[in-house]
């Protein structure tokens, strides 16, 4: 069985932290202009981003958190931390997307799409997966 693994995307962690940081001086600024409600809204956001971005990221990359592709199938850890898999058969194709810098992987199902943007593929990875069928 032939599987692999997909790459960390760090550009979706880079932008996740500079938004937050963008909100942190927003919430500065809102403190001094006497804005308390506002401003601690923005604080408390911002605080549980870069927080929940740094656990996803240590997750990521100890290999608990991982994308798997093989010619069976798709495995993932959707957002609650429930292991999914996506047998090869109800896969319809792959598609891979560059939206403002950050590279979008989508699998698209018989029923749904599933987007990810903590992952990439490699042009390695991509020949694979066209030999395997899954890009067209």
């Known amino acids: 069985m032939k599987e692999l ?4 995307n760090n550009v979706f962690y880079l932008i996740v932290i500079l938004a937050s940081l963008a909100l942190l001086s927003a919430s500065k600024l809102f403190m001094d202009m006497q804005l308390s409600h ?4 923005q ?3 911002a605080i549980s981003a870069i ?13 608990q958190k991982k994308v798997t592709i093989c010619n069976q199938g798709f495995s993932y850890l ?5 292991r999914k898999f996506v047998p090869s058969e109800e896969i319809k194709k792959l598609t891979t997307r560059n939206f403002l810098g ?12 599933i987007t990810l943007l903590a992952f990439k593929i490699t042009k390695a990875q991509k020949r694979s997966l066209a030999q395997l069928g899954y890009l067209a």
């Open 5 to 8: 693994r997909l790459q960390v």
């Open 38 to 41: 506002l401003a601690t809204l």
């Open 43 to 45: 604080f408390f956001i």
């Open 51 to 63: 927080f929940m971005a740094l656990v996803h990221l240590m997750l990521t990359l100890s290999g």
């Open 78 to 82: 959707n957002l609650f931390a429930k």
């Open 102 to 113: 950050l590279k979008v992987i989508q699998v698209h199902t018989h029923e749904n799409t």
